[in-house]
């Protein structure tokens, strides 16, 4: 079993950024690829970066790519999320997750509970 836990999530402004971040634990081995997908009231969870287990491939959303960066610390047993000219539309519950990269996402096996972000304008 992996556990994750993000941290890092909290209410800026439009335009400011925020880095979150996520402690893995548990069986990990740090060989899993990592991820982060989000959700906002109403909509379906969604795919927002993944980063492979060396940290060599990393996949974006569309809608992310250029402002959202993914890094991970295999020493820490982390992965991070910068995210930098954030929108109104970015504001979600950002969920770290691990597993398969498939198609150039992330196939999550384990899931975190969740951080809020919240862009005011």
């Known amino acids: 079993q992996v556990r994750l836990v993000e941290s890092g999530g909290g209410l800026v402004q439009a335009g400011d950024s925020l880095r979150l971040s996520c402690a893995a634990s548990?069986?990990?081995?740090?060989?899993?690829?990592m991820g982060w997908f989000r959700q906002a009231p109403g909509k379906e969870r969604e795919f927002v970066a993944a980063?492979?287990?060396?940290?060599?491939?990393?996949y974006y959303a569309d809608s992310v790519k250029g402002r959202f960066t993914i890094s991970r610390d295999n020493a820490k047993k982390s992965v991070y999320l910068q995210m930098n000219s954030l929108k109104v539309e970015d504001m979600a519950v950002y969920y770290c997750?691990?597993?398969?990269?498939?198609?150039?996402?992330?196939?999550?096996?384990?899931w975190g509970q969740g951080t809020q972000v919240t862009v005011s304008s």
């Open positions: 980063i492979s287990g060396g940290g060599g491939s990393t």
């Open positions: 548990g069986r990990t081995g740090m060989s899993y690829n």
């Open positions: 997750a691990a597993g398969p990269i498939v198609l150039r996402t992330l196939r999550p096996d384990y």
